[in-house]
């Protein structure tokens, strides 16, 4: 005769009354949340490089951003932006020791090590700023270089004028690397722009979580899983500078 | 007597706090000073220092390697350092490396997606660039 047999252990896992993830509700739906969001700034990435690809020649990131605070235009390509890198990356290590501390309830822990991080988000933001404000004095905004007058001295030294091709643009048809400038800062403020709209939420997350912290509400409630929740947020903002970084920096 | 027990209790975490009921899954309710927490410290730092030191390796390339030939060489460097560094801050400071199989799974399988977004996507630039050439010459035969 045929038995059936029941993997019990599966039943059980399947079955109702708790997590087959061994995951809160809260924390699948933060991480459901990156999952889009991830999907988002994708497609962001993926418009831009399109973009790319279907251009001839694209400013050179080395010839665009090469100028560091109190240097004036000494040529200093990249040195600001890994500087950037280099805080954010600092800020993520700060709020995954914020989020240690949480795990052992340990509360001084984790108003300290959120403090460090918030001040890193407000020192990337503050950086972030600066740049915006010296590529709008240098002309680069959202809709610029569409006027057919532009002169070609207003955006010839953003590209690298070593290649092949950029000379044969600039010899034949100019109004084409003038095109692909306009492209290249609207990508630029654009995805800059939304993911720096990601870290000023953030640090307003972690403020509120700073709050509650020192107000004692996760010490009553027995756990600090929100500081988890939004230390998840945190790290996804670096993840998403990570790619930033290499695809208008370095490529 | 057998020992009491009773569901309303786990019903009750259910419909106040579930957090309560996972919160364990990470959190070891030991001492912040214990080796265990110390070595998870000492981790931390280490995978700091890795993406610091790739960092510096992607600027120092980016500011040396423009004239390498094939330039495509450098290009995938970049990439696979990338990847790499975004395994390391998922893995240890999103502890997705400490959540269970199947949910790593549930996380990871979709973004494979962007496998068809890139290439989909990328090659439809390439593709309108020919063309345009493609379209600039004929149109130059016919009027020269």
Known sequence: ?251 | MSAHYSNHDLQHLYEGDQSKLYSGALSHHSDINSKESKDQVKRIWKVTGILTVVTIVEVLLGLLGHGFQPFSVIIAIFLILTIFKAFYIVKVFMHLGDEKKNFVYFVLVPLLLFFWLIIAFLADGQHWLNMNFTFANTIKDIFS
């Open chain 1, 1 to 251: 005769m045929a038995t059936q047999t029941y993997d019990i252990e599966k039943l059980s896992k399947w079955g109702g009354g708790r997590s087959p993830f061994n995951v809160s509700y809260g924390k699948i739906m933060m991480w459901f949340f990156l999952l889009s969001d991830a999907f988002t700034f994708g497609a962001f990435l993926v418009s831009y490089g399109t973009t790319r690809f279907f251009s001839k020649v694209w400013p050179d990131p080395n010839h665009v951003f090469h100028t560091f605070p109190f240097f004036g235009e000494r040529y200093l390509p990249l040195m600001f932006v890994s500087l950037m890198t280099f805080i954010l990356i600092l800020s993520s290590v700060t709020m995954v020791l914020a989020v240690h501390a949480g795990h052992h309830n340990n509360r001084e822990g984790v108003i300290k090590w959120l403090l460090w991080t918030i001040i890193g988000g407000i020192a990337f933001l503050s950086c972030q700023a600066w740049e915006w404000t010296h590529l709008y004095h240098t002309g680069g905004w959202w809709g610029s270089f569409t006027d057919l007058n532009t002169p070609v001295e207003s955006f010839t030294h953003l590209f690298n004028h070593n290649k092949d091709i950029v000379k044969q643009v600039f010899e034949t048809n100019p109004k084409l690397a003038m095109d692909a400038t306009h492209n290249f800062y609207n990508y630029f403020f654009s995805i800059t722009g939304f993911h720096g709209a990601h870290v000023t939420s953030g640090v307003f997350l972690n403020i509120m979580i700073l709050v509650n912290t020192i107000n004692g509400t996760y010490e009553k409630r027995g756990h600090y899983e929100m500081v988890e929740k939004v230390g998840l947020y945190w790290h996804f903002v670096d993840l998403v500078w990570v790619f930033v970084f290499t695809c208008f920096y370095l490529l």
